[in-house]
């Protein structure tokens, strides 16, 4: 069957770095963007729509549309985190469906490894936010906002770190198939419960890893996808959602894709058991658990149960997911995953994953981004992708 | 006990929105904000109320009293410190430290009371208490 489609991801690249010492960012995002192009059969004379985030440096988009020499039609620079990658899916799909372009380029570089900027500092939105006075005061983290959302899920359906190491059990296994990832050893669940408590009760080996680099994709309209190939694969589904700290009414245990889920899936017509393969952003374990949990492929509450026993591996288990690694073992560019998380399932989607990760006859693939602190000031976006023939 | 290392609370950004907050916390009270228009209480403090837009909002004074809702102790930072979000008795979650008292004695749902810490700069910074008196091994704990 062919289930219609509004635009096609004809091109997808992972820079290889993983320590960018003697390249800029902006030189990242043009490294990206050409190896997207060139996976796309494309050149950067093409490129008419652009999008990039909070990475970009200087006037962002602007910057970046110069640095690169791009002429374009249209314009995206929606910040969302680390999950701005794949709100900019979308987004590219509306705007070609909406005539504005027809080439849309999505670019991600950083280099927090290089500059030495740790996955456990605080991080600096300015002085300017309104909560900073409220907050700042208190040393709040990524890794004990992440683990205070983790002790809270705990509290309320029992989950186990054991089960959170589960996780990163099966992002490891597929990670020793990863040649450039960062982490290839095969780890256990106690391997990860004995390593340091970094903040309670999240241990070392359930936080993501520091690396730089980046990441691109290309869009491209149904007419273009036709001339280029059967490489090209759908964008079947999409939604975005954002959760905040509700003026005091704190939920830890939800996130943005309570919402953002069921929106994606209504538009690619879609359920979670017709997925095949699955990209989580994985900055923490429980990030993971709480983002299954809340796409609906096991009940609130449950994803402790569901995780374990091997089941996000492939080969192995019922969802195969992350099968580069992952943020956890293979990469986290820029401190930001999502469009690792798009490109990985783009892979499998080609059949061009590793052949010890690629999931049998992968015809429908799911990649999730969170940005921001997850259950407390976030963003949430998902898209459904189908093989070329899905 | 004054040769344990002290955590050391970055000064509060103090603004024309934010000082009446922090004036009151070095007067030894926790304020908060009511809408007149909706009534609705919210956390943290505007000069705009997020329920409804209105700028009609009041600063009442807070019981002090609560629950950790979450918690979670940096055992990365030197010395560790123990970050929560606590429910206060008026409905609103706030982030802030529980304090003297043993980490492995906070618990999600335990009662607790309004304690100030002293900022870098001398700021009055809310933290919270077990609300129990506390026991002399709870005491020594907290030193471990
Ligand atoms: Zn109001």
Redesign the pocket.
């Known amino acids: 069957m062919s289930r219609p489609c509004k635009a096609y991801i004809a091109g997808a690249f992972e820079h290889p770095t993983r320590k960018a010492v003697d390249k800029t960012v902006p030189q990242l995002h043009a490294e990206v963007a050409l190896g997207a192009l060139r996976d796309a059969g494309l050149e950067s004379c093409d490129v008419d729509g652009y999008f990039c985030a909070g990475d970009a440096p200087g006037l962002g988009g602007l910057s970046m549309a110069e640095y690169m020499g791009l002429n374009l039609r249209h314009i995206d620079t929606t910040e969302t985190g680390g999950s701005s990658y794949i709100a900019h899916v979308g987004h590219a799909v509306d705007a070609i469906a909406a005539g504005r372009c027809s080439v849309a380029l999505i670019t991600l570089a950083g280099r927090p490894r290089a500059e030495g900027m740790s996955s456990v500092g605080a991080r600096d939105y300015g002085r300017g936010a309104p909560d900073v006075a409220f907050e700042q005061p208190y040393s709040p983290l990524i890794t004990n906002l992440y683990a205070m959302a983790a002790q809270r899920h705990m509290h309320e359906h029992g989950t186990t770190s054991e089960q959170l190491a589960a996780i990163k059990v099966a992002a490891s296994h597929h990670a020793q198939h990863n040649e450039r990832a960062m982490l290839r050893e095969v780890v256990t669940v106690e391997d990860v419960v004995n390593s340091p408590l970094v903040a309670d009760p999240l241990h070392r080996l359930d936080c993501c890893v520091v690396s730089d680099g980046g990441g691109a994709l290309v869009l491209v309209s149904p007419e273009k996808a036709r001339e280029i190939g059967p490489r090209c694969v759908k964008v079947l589904g999409q939604g975005t959602a954002i959760k905040h700290l509700s003026a005091g009414r704190v939920d830890l245990t939800h996130t943005g894709a309570v919402t953002s889920g069921p929106l994606a899936f209504a538009d690619a017509r879609l359920i979670p058991a017709d997925i095949d393969y699955v990209s989580i952003y994985d900055s923490f374990t429980i990030t993971v658990l709480m983002t299954l949990e809340d796409l609906g492929f096991c009940a609130k509450g449950q994803g402790g149960r569901f995780v374990s026993d091997g089941n996000l591996i492939s080969g192995v288990g019922r969802l195969p997911f992350n099968t580069d690694g992952g943020g956890l073992c293979n990469n986290h560019p820029g401190n930001r995953g999502g469009m690792t998380k798009v490109i990985e399932a783009v892979r499998q989607l080609r059949g061009e994953a590793h052949p010890r990760v690629q999931v049998r006859d992968c015809t429908l693939a799911l990649a999730h981004g969170t940005g921001g602190s997850i259950g407390t000031r976030m963003g949430s976006a998902t898209v459904i992708l189908g093989r070329n023939d899905a | 006990m004054t040769s344990q290392p002290q955590h050391i609370y970055p000064d509060p950004l103090v603004n024309s929105e934010t000082a009446p907050y922090w004036q009151a916390c070095q007067a030894g009270t926790l304020q908060l904000k009511r809408?007149n228009?909706?009534?609705?209480t919210h956390f943290y403090p505007r000069a705009v109320?997020p329920?409804?837009?209105?700028g009609d909002?009041v600063w009442f004074t807070a019981s002090g009293l609560g629950r950790v809702y979450a918690f979670s102790v940096m055992r990365r930072a030197e010395p560790p410190y123990a970050i929560a979000y606590v429910t206060l008795d008026e409905g609103v979650t706030l982030m802030t430290h529980i304090v003297d008292c043993a980490f492995d004695g906070i618990a999600i749902g335990q009662r607790v009371a309004l304690a100030f810490r002293q900022s870098a700069g001398g700021q009055a910074v809310p933290v919270f208490r077990p609300q129990a008196r506390l026991s002399a091994e709870a005491l020594v704990g907290s030193l471990s």
């Not at chain 2, 228009?37 to 609705?40: E, F, L, R, V």
């Not at chain 2, 329920?51 to 209105?54: D, I, N, P, V």
């Open positions: 809408c228009a909706c009534g609705q109320c329920f409804c837009l209105s909002t």
